[in-house]
Nanobody, 127 residues
Framework: QVTLVESGGGLVQAGGSLRLSCEAS????????MGWFRQAPGKEREFVAAISRSGTNPYYGDFVKGRFTISRDNAKNTVYLQMNGLKSDDTAVYYC????????????????????WGQGTQVTVSS
C-alpha cells in the first residue's frame, strides 16, 4: 500500500503560480500512474491532470488550457503539479491519487479508477 501526502497549497493572487507536490511512501512511486484532482465546495471532484508510470502521456482537464504542468520524479517518489495563471475558479482542495496501471504508458482521468488518495491541500486564489 502507498501513502500519499500533498503539499504546496496556499493563498495566491489571481495570475500567480503555485507548485503542488505529492510525496509517496510505503511503496515506490514508479509502480503507479498518477493523477491530480480537485474539489471546490459544493462541487464534484474534478479531473485536473494525469501522468503515466513512465512519465509520458501527460493529460489534462479541458479547463487547464496550457496553464498547468504535471511531472514526476520517481527517484524522489514525488509527483508535481505546476500551476500558472491561476484564476479564482481554481480555488479548491487538490488531491493526488495513484493507481496500478495496465501498462507503463496508461493514464486515467476518472476518479473511480484510482486506488490511493492523499488528504488534499487547499489552494485559494484571490481576485
Amino acid at each position: 500500500q502507498v501513502t500519499l501526502v500533498e503539499s504546496g497549497g496556499g493563498l495566491v493572487q489571481a495570475g500567480g503560480s503555485l507548485r503542488l507536490s505529492c510525496e509517496a511512501s510505503g511503496r515506490t512511486l514508479s509502480r503507479y500512474a498518477m493523477g491530480w484532482f480537485r474539489q471546490a465546495p459544493g462541487k464534484e471532484r474534478e479531473f485536473v491532470a494525469a501522468i503515466s508510470r513512465s512519465g509520458t502521456n501527460p493529460y489534462y482537464g479541458d479547463f487547464v488550457k496550457g496553464r498547468f504542468t504535471i511531472s514526476r520524479d520517481n527517484a524522489k517518489n514525488t509527483v508535481y503539479l505546476q500551476m500558472n495563471g491561476l484564476k479564482s475558479d481554481d480555488t479548491a482542495v487538490y488531491y493526488c491519487a495513484a493507481v496500478t496501471p495496465y501498462s507503463s504508458s496508461s493514464v486515467y482521468t476518472r476518479n473511480h479508477s484510482y486506488d490511493y488518495w492523499g488528504q488534499g491541500t487547499q489552494v485559494t486564489v484571490s481576485s
